[in-house]
């Protein structure tokens, strides 16, 4: 056998090409391989740095309580949304929010915003990692007895800023804060290229090659997480932390508000739900794959290692004797850069602990980094264009690499902080906002006007989302209580008047509301467009012994899940006004505004977004009128001209299980 030929089929077993679908689509080599990628994608650094001082912070039993809820009431709906619609839709966001409706492609394309954006940051956080790791190898360990010194000025190496001022009765600034370092810190840009050659490594043929490098990226972290656990808790006085962290309980904690508004964060942000690259990765999944078991698992698995991963830092924090009552908090670099390198210095074979956590932090988080970027690939090949995948993967990495540069400055450090903070709190919040309320408005809303009628539809509306919006806002104006008074009271409001000025439907509705008139048009105006969203999403995703989505899921996305989120949204702007002082917060905060527009221009202007969507597949949002009726869509890519006119290729399948739920 000639060396060429071997080469080849070494090639070949290391980056094989991707299965097909039957529908002609890259497939994942196998269930596991999908479920592999997915929890790489949310099992990440934060994992292990972010929810350790989450934590810490509000440390606890108590904890669980506010935690737990957004898991079961935020977390597992809003994935078993992104997985369906990916699965059931063949495609990427963009494509898959198409399919909801054609006024949500700007819905889609924010996710993949948000994690385009996030991408080049997060990878400079991993050069600073590969910078500490590189330094593992020295002894003594060069961070010994000057942790926030060898951080802050031999990897981070930024110029401190001049802090600006305000006014003293604050209303006006003074003068801004300024930033003297511009230029590139060296190692930094090196270990940033490096991430990017490995990210493209990974993506550049597809999941046939992806499936295959999950296996390492998701078990190595796993084994290595194991032993360092196996070492913070066998130190010196690790039992005292461990205790603060399991076996303390601080009640009174639950009647401050910033508990709740944390663990809705920390379970948001952990997660990975409102970056696009579930609904990507969902997309080569087998159409009939068991979706929400895939859901349940992906978070449930999350929470279990982030969980028992918490132990390695409380070993730690009581190595350290390092207890809140001496007024410490711990920030996610803070944990990562400063306590546990600091800790691991004061440990035999020091060197070697040092290797672990670094090198586990840096697989960790290189998984998360390739399905952001994979999501934005997906929405590319989407369209439909003409040029192979490893030449459109290389162009993203050079523009992520290109973007990351900003970060690698002698300012990187405060601009990282200043979109970090403005795209987690302004556009990710708001993202999976949209993504919980507009699925479960706007589905084949024309069913619902042709049923009750427009006014009403429109009144409805106005009061719920009206509620919201002045909720909030009264809330922080004048107090919380006056504000959930408002926004309940309108909402009640409107939902009285669009009930009354409601057509009586004709359609049949569930059984519960199907005996008086009223109760029939407040089921058509409140649950409709959700519930039927999830009977078309269970004809191909809840088949043979597959769990059905549950009839509570729709009514959680929307009259749960989008409060909460929308009172989350609301701290944001109070928080933005103590930093208007600073540029780069205030460049982070108009980057964020951009997700805002997006979904905007994309429902006032829908036909701007087609050209990120395949010709034979923009038509795929319009439904035909047929109320109370599940429907699949079966795309055909020939008949373009009458999925734009309406007139959807499709089969009409009548269920006798969920015709009634």
Known sequence: MSVKNVLKKVGGWFAP???????????????????????????????????????????????????????????????????????????????????????LKGVGLSLLYVGFVVGPYFVVIL??????????????????????????????????????????????????????????????????????????????????????????????????????????????????????????????????????????????????????????????????SNAVVDSILIVTSNVLFENIAAFAVFGVVGFLRLFPQDGTRLGSFTVGFLTLPLAITEMPGANFWAFALFFTLMVLGYSSAFAMLDAVVTLVMDTGIKYPRPLVVTTLVVISFLLSLPYCTQFGYYLLDGIDRWINDIALVFVVFSECVSSTTVYRWKDVVGQVGRPAFIVYNCGYFGGMVLGVGIAHAVRPPVGAGVGFGLYVAGSAISTFIAKTPDAETPKLFNGNAIFRRFYWLAFYSGNQLRRDLNVIVGRGNNWEIPAFWSPLLRYVAGPILAIVFGFSYPAFYKLRIDPLHILGFAIGHIALLIIA?????????????????RGEGRVPYAPGVAFEAVVSSGNSDALESGEVEGKVVVDPDTQNK
């Open 127 to 288: 050069a600073w990692i590969m910078n500490y790791f590189r330094n593992s190898f020295i002894s003594p360990l060069p961070w010994t007895g000057r942790g926030e010194e060898f951080y802050m000025k031999d990897v981070v190496a930024n110029i401190p800023p001049i802090t600006g001022n305000l006014t003293e009765d604050g209303t006006k600034v003074l003068n801004y804060t300024k930033y003297p370092g511009v230029g590139l810190v060296g190692e930094t840009v090196g270990w940033t290229a490096f991430t990017w050659f490995l990210v493209w490594l990974c993506i550049f043929r597809g999941v046939g090659l992806t499936g295959r490098v999950v296996y390492f990226t998701m078990g190595l972290p796993v084994i290595m997480t194991i032993v360092l656990i196996g070492r913070a808790v066998s130190l010196d006085n690790a039992k005292e932390g461990i205790k603060l962290y399991f076996a303390t309980w601080n009640g009174d904690k639950l009647a401050n508000g910033q508990i709740w508004q944390t663990a809705c964060g920390q379970v948001f942000f952990s997660t990975g739900v409102g970056f696009g690259y579930f609904t990507s990765y969902a997309s080569y999944n087998s159409k009939h």
């Open 601 to 617: 221009f994309g429902f006032i202007v829908p036909r701007w977004y087609d050209v990120i969507i395949s010709p034979s597949r």
């Open 17 to 103: 090409p991707p299965g097909k679908a039957e529908d002609g689509r890259d497939q994942w080599p196998s269930r596991a391989a999908f479920l592999l990628a997915s929890m790489g994608g949310c099992a990440g650094m934060g994992n292990l740095l972010r929810y350790p001082s989450q934590v810490y912070n509000n440390h606890g039993l108590q904890w669980y309580i506010p935690y737990l809820m957004c898991v079961f009431l935020i977390a597992i709906p809003v994935l078993v949304l992104e997985i369906a619609i990916g699965q059931a839709y063949r495609g990427g966001s963009v494509v898959a929010f198409n399919n909801i409706n054609r006024r």
